[in-house]
Structure formats: C-alpha cells, structure tokens
C-alpha cells in the first residue's frame, strides 16, 4: 500500500549562498527519507502563495534578520493557524524580521543582540518535559554553539535552556530557553536558538533536536 507523501517549503536567503543554504541543505536527505517532497524558494513572496501554503505540510525557515511585508507575514501566519507546521533554528528564524512583532509572537521568542556569548556551555533539557516526542530520551549535552538571550512568550513550552552566567548587568546566573515549541491554532512551531552555523550541527545531540522538531511541527 502506497502512502501519500508530505510537502515541505524550505524558505532560505540564498542572497550570499553563506549559513542559510549550508545549514539547511544539511536537512534535505532527511526530509527526503522521511516522505517529504522539498520546495526551496528564496524568497519571501512564496508566503502569499495561500494555496501552495495550504498544501504545505512544513516551513522550514532560515531567514537572518531582513524585512518582511505585511502581506508575507500576514500569508504565513495564517497558514501556520490552519495547519501548517514552522520550524527553524537560530538567527534564521528567531532573529528574523525583527521589525515585525506579530511575527515575533508566532515564533515565540527573539534574539537580543547582547549580550551575546561563545565558548563550550551545558544545554539541560527541561525534566518536566523529559516524555516531549523533541527530547525524550535525550541527555543534557555540551556544545560550542553561539548562544543569545533570549526574550520568549511564556505561553512556550520551553525543552531546553542555557545558562549565563551574573554580570553586572545580571545579579546572577539566569537560564534562558534554547529549544520550544509552541501550538498556533491548528498549527505547530519548533524553533531551537542552536544552529546557526554548520559545524554546530556536528553535535549529535542539536542536529537530533531540529531533525526531531521538524517531525513533531509537521501537520
């Protein structure tokens, strides 16, 4: 018996061929494996296609900063709420569009600029959460990935957090969200802070994350 296979959009700024085509064509046999037909577009006009939105089954978004119409945004949104899942990581979708605050509230959190902090720091996996189909099974894990405050909706569901460290801006070590997922009417969100180069990915543990988080935010 045959099964009908799934749509997904990939929606990349291909502008400088940098971060957003490396990171996501790291994705594209595993969505092939698991049943996925891939459209690449990059641009954003593909979010007033309202019929191709509807008959997506995933957006996968990797969009750094830049600017989006009323339109696109408004396109996407509603598309999310019938259905439609979103997913992303990093700058590409939580740093995105950043001028736009209804876009901002889909997504569930932004980047702040600073303060801003590399090195090797603990990803912990939230424990109330620990039977999520994103986390279940996995451990908290080392990376050497960029990581950003973060301001979050707390209607998310947080899976995963970072922690800096006091300062004196901060009185003491505070932990922000790292990986979430939220529902958008009838539509799922993923969005992981981690990712936002290639070799980040060579971390079993946040490739295992988007790989999980796109499966769970497909309709």
């Not at 997504?107 to 424990?127: K, Y």
């Not at 209607?155 to 997922?181: C, K, M, N, Y």
């Not at 529902?183 to 994350?209: C, H, I, K, M, Q």
Request: with cysteine; glycine share 10%.
């Amino acid at each position: 018996m045959s099964h009908a296979r799934r749509q997904a959009l990939i929606v990349r700024d291909g502008r400088e061929g940098g971060s957003p085509v490396r990171t996501t064509d790291l994705f594209l046999p595993f969505l092939a494996r698991h049943g996925f037909d891939v459209l690449v577009e990059d641009c954003l006009e593909v979010y007033e296609d309202e019929k191709l939105l509807a008959e997506t089954d995933l957006v996968v978004q990797c969009w750094p900063g830049g600017d989006i119409t009323p339109r696109e945004s408004a396109g996407l949104r509603a598309a999310v709420r019938s259905g439609t899942g979103l997913a992303g990581w990093h700058a590409g979708l939580v740093d995105a569009f950043p001028e736009d605050l209804d876009y901002q509230l889909l997504v569930g959190g932004r980047f702040q600029p600073d303060p801003s902090e590399s090195g090797r720091h603990r990803v912990r996996l939230a424990t109330e959460r620990a039977g999520h189909p994103v986390i279940d099974g996995l451990s908290d894990f080392d990376t050497d990935a960029e990581r950003y405050w973060l301001l979050n909706d707390p209607l998310v569901d947080v899976l995963a957090t970072i922690t800096f460290d006091g300062d004196e801006s901060r009185p003491g070590a505070s932990a922000v969200p790292a990986v979430w997922t939220r529902t958008w009417g009838r539509g799922r969100v993923f969005a992981s802070a981690l990712g936002g180069r290639p070799g980040d990915f060579t971390t079993p543990e946040v490739r295992a994350l988007v790989e999980r988080g796109l499966l769970w935010a497909s309709r």
